[in-house]
């Protein structure tokens, strides 16, 4: 059986749009059996069916349709479009408990921050983030018109871990009886130690001081340890010294009040010296 016919037509689908650097499959509906495309600009075969196309700007695509001696021709506009671009701006480091300002840039229509939970405003492209542990945020952006797929980017906060320093149990002394301190912390990462106020201390940029109470002082002090990372992050704690002015004794209160309120609630001796 020899199908003939009379003429031939070719139809090709409304003009389309792509991004750049993207390609379009160029689909026609035809009964022709040969196909000329022109231009033969960023075609894959000029002389196929179906070829795909990746134009690098706006560019209209003729195709000249076959069967015989009969003819027919259609054209579809193929518009390009760049990508929206997202600059989620540089990796930091940040101590805990601090804050990061993000400083992303685009060139899109709109744009959404993710997480947001750690962000002060993620409406803006300037939030400013104030995560506990190391965090990426992603910028995704995406146009409204063109090239409507989207672009992401990433920028890191890395978080320091909180530093945590024990500066010891709250003691006494008598004036004059040396007192050894003693901060210990958690991170291994520390260089530098110190100690405030630096009264009565031999040394105050130690972890151990020895602390030697003169006359002068009050009946107490206290002494806040502050511990460093090579980063700059610090940490803190404090410890109180009572400061008896008689020699080594052994005091006992005349009272206590066991009502569990963390005062007084034990009836023992103090120690001195």
Known sequence: TVNVLDFIT???PADTTICLSDSARLSPVSYALKYVWTPGTALSDSTVKYPNAAPSEDITYLVTANLGKCQDKASINVHVYPYPQANAGTDTTICY???ALLNGTIVADGFTWSPGSSLSNSASLRPVADPLITTSYVLTVKNVQGCPKPVQDTVIVNVIP???VFAGNDTSVVVGEPLQLHAVSTDSALVSY???PGDWLNNSLVYDPVATIGSGASDSIVYLAT???VQGCSGSDALTVKIYKTGPDIFMSNAFTP???GHNDVFRPVLAG
Do not use: F, R
Request: no cysteine; proline share 0%.
């Open 194 to 196: 110190s100690w405030a």
């Open 10 to 12: 070719v139809k090709l």
């Open 162 to 164: 909180k530093v945590v």
């Open 97 to 99: 408990g601090t804050t």
């Open 259 to 261: 009502d569990g309120n």
């Open 227 to 229: 511990a460093s990372t």
